[in-house]
């Protein structure tokens, strides 16, 4: 098995299903909806199958936040049910965030202007990890920072 963290705008991607109404340009749902298609096929091949996946508890926060509360917004009480069902899930391995990840998150930030929040979601697990999974761009100087490799399961990066 690998040891993997994947990042909250996969787990985000897999439940939130592009909107057309919602981009200016057919191009641009186009790849919002072939980015959903990538991140749902690696849940259902590689999740289950391959993967040991750690999560900070910050981090199931984060996730039900976006779900709930941030862009195309899904009913609070469908949120809430997907981190319970994390939360319940013993197959994925929840570490707190600690007074001493926070700081080293803020430092890491500070040093690299890349979000708190990032760091925050990682730095938790940097010692139990082999792989970060992200379709963020920022990751892949996370991961150079902490010697990790950084697969993007959707084959396009976002900005976020």
């Known amino acids: 098995m690998?040891?993997?963290?994947?990042?909250?705008?996969?787990?985000?991607?897999?439940?939130?299903?592009?909107v057309r109404e919602k981009f200016k340009s057919k191009s641009d749902y186009?790849?919002?909806l072939k980015i959903h298609k990538g991140c749902r096929e690696f849940f259902e091949k590689e999740f289950d199958n391959k993967?040991?996946?750690?999560m900070t508890l910050h981090q199931i926060a984060e996730i039900f936040h976006v779900l709930a509360f941030r862009g195309y917004r899904i009913p609070l009480n469908e949120a809430f049910a997907i981190v319970d069902s994390l939360m319940e899930d013993d197959g994925i391995v929840?570490?707190?965030v600690l007074?001493?990840?926070v700081i080293e998150s803020i430092t890491a930030s500070k040093e690299t202007s890349i979000h708190?929040?990032?760091f925050l979601c990682f730095i938790p697990l940097k010692n139990?990890?082999?792989?970060?999974?992200?379709?963020?761009?920022?990751f892949l100087e996370i991961?150079?920072?902490?010697?990790?490799?950084v697969v993007n399961p959707a084959q396009e990066w976002l900005t976020l």
Do not use: M, Q
């Not at 690998?2 to 592009?18: G, N």
């Not at 993967?51 to 750690?54: N, Q």
């Not at 082999?130 to 761009?137: G, H, P, Q």
């Open 51 to 54: 993967l040991r996946i750690y």
């Open 116 to 118: 708190v929040w990032d």
């Open 30 to 32: 186009e790849k919002a």
């Open 94 to 96: 929840k570490v707190p």
């Open 143 to 149: 991961g150079k920072r902490y010697g990790l490799e």
């Open 99 to 101: 007074a001493e990840h």
């Open 2 to 18: 690998i040891k993997a963290f994947v990042d909250t705008e996969i787990w985000i991607l897999v439940k939130k299903k592009p």
């Open 128 to 138: 139990y990890v082999e792989v970060i999974y992200s379709l963020d761009k920022h």
